[in-house]
Nanobody, 125 residues
Framework: QVQLVESGGGLVQAGGSLRLSCAASGRTFTSYTMGWFRQAPGKEREFVAA????????YYADSVLGRFTISRDNAKNTAYLKMNSLKPEDTAVYYC??????????????????WGRGTQVTVSS
């Protein structure tokens, strides 16, 4: 399985931007669909965005559509989440995830067997 390490989190004011990175180990990065999830205190972990193996298709939660952009650089074994127009309700620990089933629900945590440890994003009002 692939090992994932997130980076790029931090403290930002409302309206600001951050870019999260997810570095993956191994030589099979292109076989994985990559996802981003987040978990706020006292809430369940929720889907944010996903990008399939080739990078041709992307999926977003309604709450971030138009503000966040998921991308990947297969040459660098890295996935990214660019977050613009951040809001205080975006405050959470953000997790990178990877899965390579041929079919499945990319919005579901169950699709992804590989997870990073997370990076904290805090948006102040």
């Amino acid at each position: 399985q692939v090992q994932l390490v997130e980076s790029g989190g931090g403290l930002v004011q409302a309206g600001g931007s951050l870019r999260l990175s997810c570095a993956a180990s191994g030589r099979t990065f292109t076989s994985y669909t990559m996802g981003w999830f987040r978990q706020a205190p006292g809430k369940e972990r929720e889907f944010v965005a996903a990008i399939i193996r080739s990078g041709g298709s992307t999926y977003y939660a309604d709450s971030v559509l138009g503000r966040f952009t998921i991308s990947r650089d297969n040459a660098k074994n890295t996935a990214y989440l660019k977050m613009n127009s951040l809001k205080p309700e975006d405050t959470a620990v953000y997790y990178c995830a990877a899965g390579r089933y041929l079919t499945g629900n990319y919005h579901s945590r169950e699709y992804y067997p590989c997870w990073g440890r997370g990076t904290q994003v805090t948006v102040s009002s």
